[in-house]
């Protein structure tokens, strides 16, 4: 069975891979479904959900609508958060191996930089770039990798130092393969499953981060993002409230997919290490 | 042939762990002719594993010579070496970890017919199938993962690796010593059968006297990192020298029928 | 004559979908007995072991009964029977000290201070031949070697004076000498017979020089049943004949031809 067909069989996967394909449906067809500026006023303000065929989940203080909004900030959540997993553990694993295979001061020197990556708490180094190099998208995306890249780094030198000792290394060794290729065929596959299992959780948290620094204000103004309309539903919280719990629930829903898929990447990966029919 | 397929002299190795200076190897010599089987005894701790490693020179050795097949073994250096290492293999002692978990019967053989380019690619299917039947796998197994395979199966596939680049010398570190009795004594006589037909030479490590005198022409007794007996089998079986001979002579477990009696 | 130790009275043991793990087993155990539970990979004397422990998971099938006559209930784990498995390198804690690792035994069954668990701490060291006992007691398993670490279990284990040791595969990771050195240790230890000791193993020689009985395991079933000497000599099953064959002995033949 291939991966992706074992990954749909396991529970917690196939609920993953439904969750998260519906947003990734939902976030490419944002332009196609709500054609134009999701920002841009479209009707009464404060409208309730349910109450409007034209507008079923209602509008905000400005007559935004905020299906429209909610949708085309699907895409921004999921860019962002993808992006940033991805630069996050790509550079993780690129250190955490360098590591690994040098040893000696490179791998001490590197080590050093990644525990001081990892002593300073993620959200709050992520605040400080966004505050002081400016609200864009590539500036969150940076914030947010430099937060999350440090375990990684640290997992994948754990794993390349480990699988070194194993004897299908020594016997590689013995074969006469080229080092490099000891490297990269039998060394770093063996090394990056528990990583790429840990890449889900990478992704959950940057999704929330991203939400936590539009909520606070330091996203890009000129997108919209469920964490900026969460911040905007703060002001009417007691007469609307459904303007911030539908972002919120929306938020919920994509990290639960996001969960759900890590944990049947980790079990399909766990039994990929076992026997096999 | 005057000159042996292997001659060591002088090997040492010492490890430093913290502080402390762990002599593993200590001024090792001896030789072994091609197509002989040359056994290596002792207990644990012994520095026969640390001997095995600096011959494969998977470890550098602090000082020493090893002419192997006429050469400067130890001098040979970067894809000299890589390309000299098809003449001796090794087969190591748990058939567990000694295959990448994510390979297969087929591409575990298939690397060595690849680097050392024994074979062009075209003809390396039906080389595969040789070495399977040579070893006494079924050809069903070819596809199969590597985990899926029992430990004698897979001592055999480690067998079939390093019978690939048709090398002279097999090291062989423990390579029975994990397995059941009835697997072990068919592993040895393939070993043997190997031998007659290909005329492969065998260092073969074990701590089980009975089972290396069952294959191995002459012994080398080694203790602390150092050789203290050396000699033909039978010799050493019947007339021990040194009490760590005579330890491990003792030590081989007899099946009490009434009938068996000791030697010597 | 005096009632066995442990009845089996067919005994099958299942994991899940897998083939059975013991099928119909049905024997005894005699009290003061050695015996040897002799079985090549697969043949279930491990699932044995852990079924006689009372070790095996909820989620497998066990079926029939084990009774225990000579003790009249059955065994407490670590009080009235003890087990020693196979790696040294995983049997003991790491973080904890040679010491109190085996008091720890001594303080939970018999309910001694802790100053008096270390003191039978440091006697089951000596007794189990340990050397420097006193400066044991303040080491750490990684200090020991694979033989000194399953002495050290095996002292852990006779803290409590069970009435059963088992002792699976216990050999099997240490080298020859060591391995005779524990099997002497054991027949010492099981020699005024108080305590059963049920020796696991696939060395059919290394048993017959310790055990007075063996039994004979092949893909889960009782193959044949019988004092040591008897079977060796005359074996009743044909694959107990090929397990004896297999036997490579320092004077039977030679798998190489002589020097030429």
Not at chain 1, 45 to 71: H, I, Q
Not at chain 2, 147 to 168: F, N
Not at chain 2, 224 to 250: C, D, F, N
Not at chain 3, 91 to 111: C, F, K, M, N
């Amino acid at each position: 069975m291939s991966l992706f067909a074992r990954l749909a069989a396991a529970p917690g996967g196939r609920a993953g891979l439904t969750i998260l394909g519906l947003m990734a449906f939902i976030a490419f067809a944002a332009p196609a479904l709500f054609p134009g500026d999701p920002l841009r006023i479209a009707g009464p303000a404060l409208l309730p959900p349910f109450s409007s065929s034209e507008f079923p989940l209602g509008t905000d203080r400005l007559g935004r609508d905020v299906l429209a909004c909610l949708v085309h900030g699907a895409q921004i959540s999921l860019l962002v958060g993808l992006a940033a997993a991805a630069a996050a553990i790509f550079v993780g694993m690129v250190v955490g191996a360098l590591a690994g295979f040098a040893g000696g001061l490179v791998e001490e020197a590197l080590m050093r930089v990644v525990e001081t990556f990892q002593i300073v708490p993620g959200f709050l180094m992520a605040l400080a770039f966004a505050s002081v190099l400016g609200a864009s998208l590539p500036i969150i995306i940076l914030a947010i990798a430099l937060a999350a890249w440090a375990e990684p780094a640290r997992l994948t030198r754990a794993q390349v130092l480990a699988i070194r000792e194993q004897d299908y290394i020594a016997a590689a060794r013995a074969l006469g393969m080229h080092p490099l290729e000891i490297a990269f065929k039998e060394i770093l596959p063996n090394a990056l499953a528990p990583v790429l299992a840990l890449s889900s959780v990478i992704v959950a948290g940057a999704i929330l981060t991203e939400a936590a620094l539009s909520f606070l204000g330091l996203g890009d103004p000129n997108v919209v993002t469920w964490g900026s309309m969460i911040a905007e539903g703060r002001n009417v919280i007691r007469s609307a409230p459904f303007l911030s719990i539908l972002p919120g629930l929306a938020l919920v829903v994509t990290v639960l997919g996001v969960y759900l898929f890590s944990e049947g990447l980790a079990d399909t990966l766990r039994q990929n290490g076992e026997e096999r029919p | 042939m005057s000159e042996p397929l292997l001659a060591v002299s002088g090997l040492t190795k010492t490890f430093r762990n913290g502080g402390r200076h762990v002599l593993a190897v200590d001024d090792i010599g001896f030789e072994l002719p091609a197509g002989q089987t040359l056994g290596i005894v002792g207990a644990s701790g012994s520095g026969k594993s640390t001997l095995a490693r600096l011959l494969m020179r998977l470890i550098p050795a602090d000082s020493g010579s090893i002419r192997f097949h006429g050469q400067d073994w130890l001098a040979l250096s970067g894809a000299r070496l890589r390309r000299a290492r098809a003449d001796i293999q090794m087969v190591f002692q748990d058939p567990l970890s000694a295959f990448n978990p994510r390979a297969t019967v087929e591409s575990v053989l298939n690397d060595p017919l690849r680097i050392h380019e024994i074979v062009g690619k075209a003809e390396r299917p039906a080389r595969i199938g040789e070495l399977l039947d040579k070893v006494g796998l079924a050809m069903s197994l070819r596809g199969r993962s590597v985990l899926a395979l029992s430990g004698g199966q897979r001592q055999r596939l480690a067998l079939a690796r390093a019978l690939a680049t048709r090398p002279k010398l097999l090291i062989l570190d423990e390579a029975v010593s994990a397995l059941d009795l009835s697997i072990r004594r068919q592993i040895l006589e393939l070993l043997v059968a190997l031998q007659r037909e290909d005329g492969v030479s065998y260092l073969f490590i074990g701590h089980d006297l009975a089972v290396v005198r069952a294959i191995a022409h002459r012994v080398t007794v080694m203790e602390a990192g150092r050789i203290v007996e050396s000699g033909e089998t039978e010799g050493i079986i019947a007339r021990p020298q040194t009490s760590v001979t005579k330890a491990l002579i003792a030590a081989v477990p007899q099946l009490i029928t009434g009938t068996e009696s000791r030697p010597g | 004559m005096t009632a066995p130790l442990a009845a089996i009275r067919n005994l099958s043991l299942r994991y899940g979908d897998n083939p059975p793990a013991l099928r119909d087993l049905s024997f005894d155990i005699l009290t003061g007995e050695r015996l040897a539970i002799i079985g090549e990979s697969g043949s279930g004397k491990s699932s044995f072991a852990r079924a006689l422990a009372g070790l095996v998971p909820e989620t497998a099938r066990l079926n029939g009964e084990i009774q225990w006559p000579g003790l009249g209930h059955a065994p407490l784990p670590g009080r009235d029977l003890g087990m020693v498995l196979q790696d040294p390198s995983t049997s003991l804690d790491p973080v904890l000290t040679i010491g109190e690792q085996v008091a720890e035994s001594a303080r939970a069954h018999l309910r001694l201070s802790r100053g008096k668990a270390l003191a039978l701490a440091e006697n089951l060291l000596t007794r189990v031949r340990l050397p420097e006992p006193h400066r044991l007691m303040q080491a750490y398993p990684h200090q020991l070697s694979g033989g000194q670490r399953q002495r050290v279990a095996i002292a852990a284990t006779l803290a409590s004076r069970p009435r059963i040791l088992i002792a699976d595969e216990i050999t099997s990771a240490l080298d020859m000498v060591t391995q005779a050195e524990i099997v002497a240790l054991l027949a010492d230890l099981a020699r005024d017979g108080a305590m059963t000791l049920v020796f696991i193993t696939h060395d059919i020689a290394l048993a017959s020089g310790l055990c007075q009985r063996v039994a004979v395991f092949h893909e889960g079933r009782l193959v044949e049943i019988g004092p040591m000497r008897e079977v060796l000599a005359r074996p009743g099953d044909s694959y107990t004949a090929t397990l004896i064959a297999d036997h490579i002995s320092l004077t039977g033949p030679r798998l190489i031809g002589e020097r030429r």
